[in-house]
């Protein structure tokens, strides 16, 4: 244990000499903590529309001021020309096209039905399928509108309707900023254990005191220990200062579950995510290979962990690589105890999973550390 000791307190001594690499540590995932949320919205604004207007009628126009007040379209386009509107389609500076044809109005009343034509600039599918999604609404609105009004001049026996209600749990106001957060803090502290784990064994192999270290009677799991435990002590720093920080004081996430809970699942994940790091320092030569592995690893942890797209969503084989990345287990955690305070009994096969992973990875540096002088 006496070894263990001064390798510890080589390693933090090592790493408060470098005022840099506590700046990347700490600094630089809150910075990002606060500026991806931000961003990462599922919600699309501003989509732009064009709108090809045959008829120019009462009705046209209500259903012109209903789309853009919507307060998801821009109308970048307005005119009676098909040709001038798929101008703007292709150059990009329209998402959709809205044509409303001659003699809407008047087709409406007669005859209780009309249609309308709707293109969709589909390079950005998402956008689009979401667009129109959100214009279809829209355009159901404003008939349902225009049924109700009918309807009260009629002296017809109103026809039965189904009314839905609906209630949003554990997110009742649909806040994706809090959906978000907790999935990147999962990605952050999962970066900075793998990374800066990896890259400082190989660093020290590049210094030549790795060397020194191995011809003394240290042991390999003790020297890998040693790289381990300031990591994840440091790892449980970052995600405290980004859960209780930013998460809390800017974005307002407070943990409805047991934050003990939390923390016992986080001690397992970051030994899981330290082995993986020790494990790519095992096989990489210098920080250059150390920083390729890592990132090439990291892509995979972060498309294939569930956080931007549904697993549900994926194909069968992609399904077994999200079955197999430990970080798809903590965002299902951090999001069952930060936004459902979920229990125990409710995690307790994630518990089992990662503690799997934790065995597995760090067993497998253990043994591919080579302890030669």
């Not at 699309?44 to 008829?55: Q, R, W, Y």
């Not at 003790?222 to 930013?246: A, D, E, N």
């Not at 003990?260 to 790519?280: R, T």
């Not at 930060?338 to 065995?359: A, P, Q, R």
Request: glycine share 6%.
């Amino acid at each position: 244990m006496s070894a263990l000791k001064y390798l510890l307190e080589k390693e933090f001594r090592q790493i408060f000499r470098n005022p840099n690499i506590l700046r990347l540590i700490v600094a630089v995932p809150i910075i990002q903590l606060l500026i991806i949320p931000l961003a990462a919205d599922y919600e699309i604004k501003n989509i732009n529309i064009s709108i090809v207007d045959h008829d120019r009628s009462t009705y046209a126009q209500q259903l012109i001021s209903k789309i853009t007040s919507s307060g998801y379209f821009q109308l970048v386009d307005y005119s009676h020309d098909y040709r001038t509107s798929y101008q703007q389609f292709e150059s990009d500076k329209s998402d959709l096209i809205l044509e409303i044809p001659q003699d809407f109005e008047r087709d409406l009343v007669r005859n209780n039905g009309n249609s309308l034509y709707l293109a969709l600039n589909a390079i950005n599918g998402t956008k689009a399928s979401v667009g129109s999604n959100y214009l279809g609404k829209v355009i159901q609105d404003f008939n349902s509108e225009i049924r109700l009004d009918w309807a009260k001049g009629a002296s017809l026996v109103s026809a039965p309707a189904i009314e839905i209600t609906s209630s949003n749990w554990f997110n009742p106001e649909m806040t994706y900023r809090h959906f978000m957060v907790s999935g990147i803090l999962v990605i952050l502290v999962t970066m900075v254990g793998s990374y800066m784990c990896a890259l400082n064994i190989v660093k020290e192999k590049e210094l030549g005191t790795v060397e020194q270290i191995n011809v003394t009677p240290i042991k390999k799991y003790h020297f890998l220990l040693g790289k381990l435990i300031p990591f994840w002590i440091i790892g449980v720093v970052v995600f405290s200062i980004g859960l209780f920080g930013v998460a809390r004081l800017v974005y307002g996430v407070i943990p409805l579950g047991s934050t003990l809970l939390l923390y016992g699942y986080l001690s397992i994940f970051l030994i899981a995510v330290l082995g993986i790091g020790l494990l790519i320092s095992t096989y990489a030569a210098n920080q250059q290979q150390a920083m390729s592995l890592a990132f090439f690893i990291m892509m995979i942890f972060i498309l294939m962990s569930g956080l931007f797209t549904p697993i549900d969503g994926m194909p069968e084989w992609a399904k077994w690589i999200a079955y197999l990345n430990p970080v798809t287990y903590f965002i299902d955690v951090i999001r069952m105890l930060v936004l459902k305070g979920s229990e125990f009994m409710h995690i307790k096969y994630h518990f089992m999973i990662t503690l799997g992973f934790g065995i597995v990875f760090n067993t497998w540096a253990v043994v591919n550390y080579k302890k030669t002088a």
